[in-house]
C-alpha cells in the first residue's frame, strides 16, 4: 500500500525530500497547518534553518501536534536543521523544540557554510559506505540510554534512532543515495 509521509515544509530543503520520497512511491503531503498531519504513516523534517522553522511551527500552532504524533511513535526523519528541531536542547541557543529525542546537539559544528564537505560514512544496517554532506550540521553532543547511535564521523555521532525517529547531522536528500529515506518508510508505525 502506498504511504502518505507528511514533509514539514515550512522552511528548508523540502522539495528535495518529497523528491526522495517520491521516487520511493509514497505520496507526500506538504506539511504547513495542523489538517495536513492527518493520516500521515510518517513524518519528514529537513534541513534548513532550525530557528526559523521552531519559530514558524510554533506560530502555526504546529509544535504540540507534531510533538505528540512523533512521540506517540510516528515514524520521523529530521535532518540536519531537523534533528536539531526534534532534539531536547542545543548546547548555547534558546530555542523552540520540539524535545522528543533525547540528545543535546550543538548547531553548526562542523563549520561554516563554506566548511561545507562531503564524507563517506558506515551506517549500522547499510552495506558498504553512505555519502554524508555536511552543511553547517549539528553534532550530538549528549546522548541519552535509549539511543543509538547509527553512524560516527570523526569520533562524533551523525546518525541516530531512537524507536522510529532516525535523525541525521548530514543529508540524505542532497544525494541519489535513498536508503536512509528506504529505511524510514520500513519502519511501522504504532
Ligand atoms: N545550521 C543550521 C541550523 O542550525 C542547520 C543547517 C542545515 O540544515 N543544513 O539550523
Known amino acids: 500500500m502506498t504511504k502518505r509521509?507528511?514533509?514539514l515544509a515550512l522552511q528548508g530543503d523540502f522539495r528535495e525530500h518529497r523528491i526522495a520520497l517520491e521516487t520511493l512511491g509514497a505520496e507526500v503531503v506538504?506539511?504547513?497547518?495542523?489538517v495536513d498531519l492527518e493520516g500521515i504513516a510518517a513524518l519528514v523534517i529537513p534541513g534548513g534553518e532550525s530557528l526559523v522553522i521552531g519559530k514558524l511551527a510554533h506560530l502555526f500552532g504546529l509544535l504540540n501536534p507534531i510533538r505528540e504524533l512523533v512521540a506517540g511513535g510516528l515514524p520521523t526523519l529530521g535532518t540536519c536543521a531537523g534533528m536539531i528541531f526534534l532534539a531536547k536542547r542545543t548546547?548555547?541557543?534558546?530555542?523552540?523544540?520540539?524535545?522528543?529525542l533525547d540528545v543535546v546537539v550543538e548547531r553548526n559544528a562542523w563549520g561554516r557554510q563554506n566548511?561545507?564537505?562531503?564524507?563517506?560514512?558506515?551506517v549500522k544496517g547499510l552495506e558498504g559506505e553512505y555519502p554524508g554532506v555536511f552543511i553547517r550540521g549539528p553534532w550530538v553532543s549528549?546522548?541519552?540510554?535509549?539511543?543509538?547511535v547509527l553512524?560516527?564521523?570523526?569520533?562524533?555521532?551523525?546518525?541516530?534512532?531512537?524507536?522510529?525517529?532516525i535523525a541525521t547531522s548530514f543529508h540524505p536528500e542532497l544525494t541519489d543515495d535513498l536508503r536512509v529515506h528506504n529505511m524510514l518508510l520500513s519502519f511501522e508505525g504504532k
Open 91 to 100: 548546547t548555547g541557543s534558546d530555542q523552540h523544540q520540539l524535545g522528543v
Open 151 to 165: 553512524s560516527e564521523w570523526q569520533g562524533h555521532p551523525v546518525m541516530i534512532r531512537q524507536g522510529s525517529i
Open 5 to 7: 509521509v507528511g514533509v
Open 30 to 34: 506538504e506539511v504547513r497547518k495542523v
Open 115 to 122: 566548511e561545507s564537505f562531503e564524507a563517506d560514512v558506515v
Open 142 to 148: 549528549e546522548l541519552g540510554p535509549d539511543v543509538e
